[in-house]
């Protein structure tokens, strides 16, 4: 997802510094963003030469302190409070007093997030969708300390880099999951209540609702071991029955049945993938 | 022209204008098919497929839990619709346990004959879109009362973060929220699942069409 979202600001014309931990995690982004730049070249949608730039304002690092200049800090690591929560807090003792820090955190309150970091009146909620470079919607929230001018400089700047962003109030899983995570749950307990077979669900929403995706199709995108990792960030939050992970939600992730990059969910890719 | 013959109790809400391939009926064509708000049907197992429209009721309404042989070939339908919008070419076929495969077949090849596209479900509350999609009109109604964000911004959320064609609240306010609500009444008396309860916005739509 991070380097979804590099690629959204280095095309936005902004030096950008790319962080983790894992060098090799770094050099396959780069990989991925150089045939992506290509392409969209390709396609009409970046100038000629507009790739070849793109790439160059974008630098690898696995060094934190490398961001002490930067204007703004996206981070994008896995949903877990503390590790966001630490990440922040080192951060804030590397940068400078005045840059913005934004989680793209898709479940956790924001405010806990920048809870105790020392500059909680300058952190923002700044949720991305997948894929973020084709993806323009971006969910922004206020943690409770959030300063209006530092929310303001983060809108602008989302603006700014061509992306269409859309406030929401700094609740669990924003607008988008807290609408997706129960919905998939639903369908997944239908399934398993023997109410109708995925390829007919998926049909009866894309006829009857004009979705350009099935639901069950969507599942086995995003991963049915992420759908259970949005219920673990969702549930204990909310407490909301429909936002727990179902019974056949479980079972299907123990066998190794993850969706697409698996081959196998709630439809068979292994016959697609050896093609 | 598909080949059918058709019974009528009423206005119905798959099929609220006969035309094209339905308007014909023919007298002991191999598909009966009953429109409207159906009551009690007697048994006809020589066609192959009794088709019976259905609202927001379960089939077995109609059948009884448990049919009989004679019934094997009677199948449940509903031409999906967003409350009152226009009727989809979605068809929901409900096959009821121990359904005729030949009747499942008849009935599908009826459907798509006049164009229709088919989902089949078992005979459950709501068949699938309903079951599904009415406790996220619910939630978003919700999220607008409690101040998540605007209707604007979950519309346009929808719409650009979920790829769908419209958003949660436009939807379900072009719908009805009065019908919204008679769906998910109906649905919440049987199961009995609190995420079919009616949002505020919905109840007070119906306590104002009452009042009319």
Not at chain 1, 62 to 87: G, H, N, R
Not at chain 1, 98 to 107: C, I, K, M, R, V
Not at chain 2, 61 to 71: I, K
């Amino acid at each position: 997802m991070g380097a979804g979202i590099a690629r959204v600001i280095a095309r936005a014309g902004c030096e950008t510094i790319c962080h983790d931990v894992a060098p090799e995690g770094l050099a396959r982004a780069r990989a991925v963003t150089a045939k992506f730049f290509a392409s969209s070249v390709k396609r009409g949608r970046m100038a000629e030469g507009e790739d070849a730039a793109a790439l160059a304002r974008m630098t690898d690092t696995t060094d934190l302190a490398a961001l002490a200049e930067a204007d703004l800090v996206i981070e994008a690591v896995f949903e877990d409070l503390a590790a966001k929560q630490e990440l922040f807090g080192r951060l804030n003792t590397l940068c400078k007093p005045e840059t913005l820090f934004a989680s793209n955190t898709s479940t956790l309150s924001i405010t806990e997030i920048a809870s105790g970091c020392g500059r909680e009146d300058r952190v923002v909620g700044m949720h991305f969708c997948l894929p973020a470079e084709l993806m323009k919607l971006v969910e922004m929230s206020r943690g409770m300390n959030t300063a209006t001018a530092a929310f303001d400089a983060a809108w602008a700047w989302v603006k700014g880099a061509g992306q269409v962003p859309v406030e929401t109030q700094d609740r669990p899983g924003f607008i988008l999951n807290a609408v997706l995570v129960p919905f998939n749950n639903d369908v997944i307990r239908a399934i398993e209540a023997g109410v109708a077979e995925p390829a007919d669900i998926d049909l009866a929403v894309k006829a009857g609702l004009g979705y350009r995706m099935g639901p069950c199709e969507l599942i086995d995108l995003i991963g049915l071991d992420t759908q259970v990792r949005l219920c673990e960030a969702f549930y204990p939050v909310t407490l909301n029955p429909r936002a727990a992970a179902p019974p056949l939600l479980r079972r299907m992730v123990a066998a190794g049945h993850l969706g697409r990059k698996a081959g196998r969910g709630f439809y068979d890719y292994r016959e697609e993938a050896g093609a | 022209m598909s080949d059918c013959e058709i019974v009528l109790h009423g206005e119905s809400r798959s099929f609220p204008v006969r035309d094209g391939a339905l308007a014909e009926s023919r007298a002991g064509a191999p598909v009966l098919l009953h429109l409207g708000q159906v009551g009690e049907v007697a048994p006809e197992p020589r066609r192959a497929a009794v088709l019976i429209e259905l609202d927001t009721e379960c089939l077995s309404v109609h059948l009884g839990d448990y049919p009989g042989a004679e019934r094997a070939n009677t199948l449940g339908f509903a031409r999906y619709r967003n409350g009152n919008d226009a009727p989809t070419n979605l068809v929901e076929l409900v096959r009821p346990d121990g359904a005729e495969p030949e009747a499942l077949a008849a009935a599908r090849a009826f459907f798509e004959s006049i164009g229709c596209q088919v989902a089949v479900c078992a005979d459950r509350p709501g068949r699938i879109v309903d079951r599904l999609v009415r406790p996220k009109y619910n939630d978003a109604l919700r999220f607008l009362d409690d101040g998540l964000a605007t209707a604007t911004a979950m519309d346009m959320t929808c719409r650009m973060g979920l790829g769908y064609p419209d958003g949660l609240i436009e939807r379900t306010e072009r719908g009805g929220l009065a019908r919204h609500h008679e769906i998910c009444a109906a649905l919440q008396e049987l199961t009995g699942n609190p995420a079919y309860a009616p949002a505020r916005r919905a109840v007070v739509a119906m306590q104002r069409k009452a009042r009319r």
